[in-house]
Nanobody, 124 residues
């Protein structure tokens, strides 16, 4: 399975962007898809995750209330709607697919498939 992340760009603080993560083939509903981000000079951090069955989602405290993860199974796509963007959201955003256990959803090592990353730049 290949994952393609897209939708990044330059936006002013307070603006919105929607990232997409499209899989090259249908992914089993037992999988989870997550978004991670890495800012320059910083470690990769978990942003949000969704299980491909049901409606369960997880988000980091830094994006709760601003970012929303969703999926469109028919299009093999997971979205990350980002609102009220802040300069500190500037990073390369990566989507990843895997089958973590609940306690490891926020760990990058729990995911087997990774997209190439899309750059989000938020200007102040």
């Amino acid at each position: 399975v290949q994952l393609q992340a897209s939708g990044g760009g330059l936006v002013q603080a307070g603006g919105s962007l929607r990232l997409s993560c499209t899989a090259s083939e249908r992914i089993s509903s037992t999988y989870y898809v997550a978004w991670f981000r890495q800012a320059p000079g910083k470690e990769r951090e978990f942003v949000s995750a969704i299980r491909l069955s049901g409606s369960a989602t997880w988000s980091s405290d830094s994006v709760k209330g601003r970012f929303t993860i969703s999926r469109n199974s028919e299009e093999n796509t997971v979205y990350l709607q980002m609102n009220s963007l802040k300069p500190e959201d500037t990073a390369v955003y990566y989507c990843a697919g895997g089958r973590p256990i609940i306690t490891t959803i926020r760990r990058g090592s729990s995911y087997n498939y990774w997209g190439q990353g899309t750059l989000v730049t938020v200007s102040s």
